[in-house]
């Protein structure tokens, strides 16, 4: 098993440009989850899934998209990146009440 | 929503003291709450977690405390080692009106001193 697998692991965009943030997980978790983690920060929730279909808006979704076709994949997409943006960003997945599994991360700058 | 509040933000203790990291919830639905350690550069991973069924679990060093009603968990480490020096996350996972998911803390930075 890969676990969770992001793409790309580093990206500098520039002002205005779009992206997508890819992830996908060999688990067969229900719930995935995005997460933006700024400089000496917390993990903060940007949008989740609770299967496919299904997404819900986290705690900070301005300026992000989502889709979950599949148990498998959640992208999250960066439209016009602004540099409030720049951020580390983690895909997790877990079951229901148990261990949620990261993602390696992606860098992102936004210059 | 769901908010989770964790104290303290930085902890500096000596080799071989414990430490103790607190958080709170405000979401009476939520019913599992994981532990994560996260070093420099990496993803956080988990190190403990509990449910809602019970008050206390350990796990050698490390042990976590859970007060329904008041509605806070505490993490406790016992003989720090330099190892042990990195970012903690509290977390809770909560259902509610069907859907579920998990909220982290802000974060302990905990330096180990030799």
């Known amino acids: 098993n890969a676990g969770v697998t992001q793409t790309p692991k580093f990206r500098i965009l520039k002002i205005g440009q779009s992206m997508t943030l890819q992830c996908t997980q060999d688990?067969?978790?229900?719930?995935m989850y995005w997460y933006r983690q700024d400089p000496g920060m917390g993990l903060k929730l940007i949008y989740y899934?609770?299967?496919?279909?299904?997404?819900d808006k986290g705690e900070v979704p301005n300026g992000y998209n989502v889709s979950r076709s599949t148990t498998e994949d959640f992208p999250l997409r960066l439209e016009l990146a602004a540099p409030s943006q720049t951020s580390v960003y983690f895909c997790?997945?877990?079951?229901?009440?148990?261990?949620?599994?990261f993602g390696q991360g992606t860098r992102l700058t936004v210059v | 929503g769901e908010n989770v509040e964790q104290h303290p933000s930085t902890l500096s203790v000596q080799e071989g003291d414990s430490a103790v990291i607190k958080c709170t919830y405000s979401?009476?639905?939520?019913?599992?709450f994981p532990w994560y350690k996260q070093e420099l550069g990496k993803r956080p991973q988990l190190i403990i977690d509990?449910?809602?069924?019970?008050g206390e679990k350990k796990d050698q060093r490390i042990a976590v405390t859970l007060n329904k009603t008041a509605k806070h968990f505490s993490l406790h480490i016992t003989e720090t080692q330099p190892e042990d020096s990195a970012v903690y996350f509290c977390?809770?996972?909560?259902?509610?009106?069907?859907?579920?998911?998990?909220?982290f803390g802000t974060g302990t930075r905990l330096k180990v001193l030799a």
């Open positions: 997790a997945s877990s079951l229901k009440n148990t261990e949620a599994f």
């Open positions: 688990m067969n978790h229900n719930y």
């Open positions: 899934s609770v299967g496919a279909g299904i997404t």
């Open positions: 979401d009476s639905a939520s019913n599992y």
């Open positions: 509990i449910r809602s069924n019970v």
């Open positions: 977390a809770v996972a909560t259902t509610t009106s069907g859907t579920y998911k998990y909220i």
